[in-house]
């Protein structure tokens, strides 16, 4: 782990220039999760560090490899000035822990939910995990390790959140992309799902 994650600031920092500020998150039997901001423009885009750390297994896997598996770091933009967003730090190191304490396997078109706003007021408590690849591109490793992915994440309405484990993420997709919604607009409203 500690080898991974310079490399992993390092494509962080070429992709989103200097973060102005970062934060650390511990949670009981996990590692540590960093969260970084960086500005660009008015886009405020926080960036996981530490979920990549050690591999992704699957739950039902009596043992994790230390090794092999699939790696990421977390992304999500928003619009600044709009809402006090700086208090997703910690919600989004909760997501960035969840393969550790749950088991999980982060992927794009999973849903991750908080049960709770990701900031005060926000109409979202869950994400959707987009496709990688857009904004920072993967980071190769030694083999036999696996690359790690920087997950974009998708705020959803609870509303959508419920469509989409119905009709899919591609539909979820579709239907924000049909209707022009500004996905980095932290205060928007659900998108027509009729």
Do not use: C
């Not at 297994?57 to 999500?76: M, N």
């Not at 709009?82 to 304490?101: E, F, G, K, N, W």
């Not at 990688?132 to 997950?151: A, K, N, Q």
């Not at 500004?182 to 027509?192: A, E, G, H, K």
Request: proline residues 10%; without cysteine.
């Amino acid at each position: 782990m500690a080898e991974i994650l310079p490399l992993v600031e390092a494509r962080l920092r070429s992709a989103l220039g200097e973060p102005d500020a970062r934060a650390d998150v511990t949670f009981l039997g996990t590692d540590r999760i960093q969260v970084l901001r960086f500005l660009d423009g008015d886009i405020v885009r926080y960036a996981t560090l530490g979920m990549s750390g050690a591999p992704m297994a699957e739950p039902t896997s009596p043992l994790a490899d230390p090794v092999k598996g699939p790696r990421a770091e977390l992304i999500l933009s928003v619009r600044g000035g709009i809402a006090d967003t700086d208090q997703v730090l910690r919600p989004l190191a909760v997501l960035a822990a969840s393969p550790q304490v749950e088991g999980l396997i982060v992927a794009p078109g999973a849903s991750l939910g908080l049960g709770e706003p990701l900031w005060t007021g926000a109409p979202f408590t869950s994400v959707l995990v987009a496709e990688p690849g857009g904004l920072v591109e993967d980071l190769e490793l030694d083999e036999p390790m696996d690359p790690v992915r920087f997950l974009p994440l998708l705020p959803m309405t609870h509303n959508e959140a419920a469509w989409k484990r119905v009709r899919g993420a591609q539909e979820l997709q579709e239907r924000w992309l049909t209707h022009g919604t500004d996905l980095r607009d932290p205060q928007r409203t659900s998108v027509p799902l009729d």
